[in-house]
């Protein structure tokens, strides 16, 4: 049996929390969220256009370079991947930078200030662009595969989840930029420590999402994970040499490398846990290989980001 037919296996995969396990799932994400936009603030957003050249292309990178290297790297895997494995590669690029990048860009000895730009301005603008970049990029790979492969025709949501996420992320975050705004000392106070426990939370959500179906996730799971590999590897290569050909100083372009390597992945798990978003009618409860990825990707990115940033301590910056 090819890599092909095995990964098909986990589309079977299914989980359902119910009415009050999904209020868990979603209370879980608006406390993540709210989590990072207490690190925004409204000066971020006035000085990136003090020296906008690195801000903007690691948002031109994070919102179209990522999508498009991924969606090549899923046409260049299609003889061994799924259309669903491809599509949770796609949710993937398509969220915005992870929660604890500017942790990582830290101890990267990169632009602090450029991390967190980045990752204040791809949150704030989530609600927007995760659903119209899936849509765009899901739907070229979906029709791609259909001409490779006898596959059902799949409907990617648009209008749903822009719904969904406008009320997830968008109450959350302005919460959040409220909240520190007016207690400022509070909010130094509780950022890091709500940073880990939104690490922790992910983390064990995704353990008891995934505990009914241990035995396939063993079986399966070294496939999954060369995957994920490949795509983060890809992702920071982006974010790397996207910053070596703009000349960007080094410490701009350490940044950049971990802004795109480390993606909020836990936002694509929740979405694809919403049944109002991924409705198991017309989806047939097969997204499985999508969840999967999300799942481990979520996990993986710590480990690569503390990687990167151990190697690049190693270096001394240049400039």
């Not at 040499?241 to 929740?270: C, H, M, W, Y």
Request: charged share 10%; hydrophobic share 55%; glycine share 8%.
């Amino acid at each position: 049996m090819g890599i092909k037919e095995q990964l098909e296996s986990l589309n079977s995969v299914t989980i359902n929390f119910g009415e009050g396990g999904m209020a868990i799932v979603n209370i879980i994400l608006a406390f993540v969220m709210f989590g990072v936009a207490l690190g925004i603030k409204t000066q971020t957003f006035k000085d990136v256009f003090k020296n906008p050249k690195s801000v903007i292309l690691g948002v031109f990178l994070q919102w179209v370079g990522l999508p498009l290297v991924t969606f090549l790297i899923c046409i260049a895997l299609n003889h061994w991947i799924t259309p669903m494995i491809a599509l949770g590669m796609i949710l993937v690029a398509c969220c915005p930078g992870g929660n604890i990048s500017n942790f990582i860009s830290s101890l990267s000895k990169g632009n602090i200030e450029l991390s967190v730009s980045m990752t204040a301005i791809t949150t704030a603008f989530a609600p927007i662009m995760t659903p119209i970049n899936f849509f765009v990029w899901g739907n070229l790979y979906s029709k791609y595969a259909a001409i490779q492969a006898d596959i059902p025709t799949l409907v990617i949501p648009f209008w749903p989840m822009l719904e969904q996420i406008l009320l997830l992320l968008g109450v959350p975050i302005i919460c959040g930029l409220i909240f520190a705004k007016y207690f400022p000392n509070a909010t130094k106070k509780i950022t890091k420590p709500a940073q880990v426990l939104s690490i922790l939370l992910f983390i064990g959500m995704v353990i008891v999402s995934f505990s009914q179906n241990f035995s396939i996730i063993i079986r399966y799971i070294h496939f999954v994970f060369f995957i994920v590999l490949l795509h983060n590897g890809c992702a920071l290569a982006t974010g790397f040499f996207g910053g070596k050909l703009a000349k960007l100083p080094e410490k701009d372009t350490r940044s950049l490398t971990v802004e795109i390597g480390i993606q909020n992945s836990g936002l694509g798990l929740v979405l694809l846990f919403n049944p109002a978003i991924f409705p198991p009618e017309i989806w047939h409860n097969h997204y499985g290989g999508m969840l999967f990825i999300a799942a481990w990707w979520g996990i993986w990115h710590i480990v690569s980001g503390l990687t990167v940033a151990s190697l690049f301590r190693r270096k001394p910056l240049t400039e």
